[in-house]
């Protein structure tokens, strides 16, 4: 066997299984919605779940960055699925989660992935979420080794080859133990950030239900958005109206700007909102092409 194959074997890409991705990092506010991550920290409590997050230096990785981890999450499930036990370790190639992802291998792109692992290793996360029977009451970060592994080509410049990382026990402990993972829909990748945590949130509570219902505050809360509730009440109408969602529809009851509450209501459904408070008008998921009935739990 020659070296180069032997080292092409140590890799492991390509994935070639669905995408998953953990329930608990689907449901709750880990990531930024940005591009280039926030310098200071964020916060949640729903009064069961807690959640802390600082940088160490720099910024909190974002909900872009989570496709690393993602990633490296569907790589586990599938050698679970083909009965292997996954290492904590992985070592993949950029180009293999550029096609996964669906980016280009730009310049670019590759400063991205780089930015991104720094991101992951460099925020501290703090929750009371147990994962595989066991919790920490400290902090922990994302990646617990992150090494960028590159050849120097004939003129001297550095090409990335592939990158080598250690995921925290967090995300090893809940893949491996809990396995509570779902798949997502190819097309997340091309989604906007308020879309993709939208769309985590309906993959989570949908379910095999015909639909849910929760209210403005809490889904502004869910999402980890830092902007204020009215701006965040706009954006969801241009999420609404965008309709780029795959597998989900959303409404927000007593506004007839989309095609689901418009439905709802003719039925009987949903009725106008009597409501006058922002925070608590309700928000309406439901999958598409379900069946409209009254059954739509509500997420407390």
Not at 45 to 61: E, F, L, M
Request: net charge positive.
């Amino acid at each position: 066997m020659s070296k180069q194959v032997h080292q092409i074997e140590l890799f492991d890409s390509p994935l070639t299984t669905a995408v998953k991705g953990e329930t608990s990092l689907m449901e709750y506010p880990f990531f930024d919605l940005s591009k280039n991550g926030r310098a200071q920290g964020m916060h949640f409590n729903d009064g069961k779940v807690k959640i802390d997050i600082k940088a160490a230096n720099g910024s909190v990785a974002t909900i872009y960055d989570k496709d690393v981890l993602i990633y490296l999450a569907s790589i586990m499930v599938g050698k679970i699925n083909n009965g292997e036990t996954p290492s904590q370790t992985f070592t993949f190639t950029a180009h293999d989660y550029f096609r996964v992802t669906n980016r280009n291998r730009s310049a670019r792109s590759y400063e991205r992935i780089a930015s991104a692992i720094e991101r992951l290793q460099g925020t501290q996360i703090k929750t009371n979420i147990e994962t595989g029977g066991e919790g920490v009451t400290g902090f922990f970060s994302w990646l617990e080794k992150a090494e960028i592994n590159y050849t120097v080509d004939r003129s001297g410049k550095k090409v990335m080859r592939s990158i080598t990382v250690r995921v925290c026990d967090f995300i090893y402990r809940t893949v491996l133990m809990d396995r509570r993972f779902l798949t997502y829909h190819p097309a997340y990748f091309d989604l906007s950030p308020l879309e993709r945590r939208v769309y985590e949130i309906a993959r989570k509570h949908c379910g095999r239900q015909e639909g849910f219902k929760i209210s403005l505050d809490k889904l502004h809360k869910k999402t980890g958005s830092d902007a204020s509730l009215k701006s965040f009440k706009r954006s969801l109408y241009d999420l609404i109206e965008a309709d780029n969602v795959p597998e989900y529809m959303i409404g927000i009851v007593g506004d007839d700007r989309s095609a689901l509450t418009k439905s709802l209501k003719a039925d009987g459904i949903v009725p106008r909102n009597k409501i006058t408070a922002t925070k608590d008008q309700m928000v309406v998921i439901m999958p598409r092409g379900a069946k409209r009935t009254a059954r739509l739990c509500a997420i407390t």
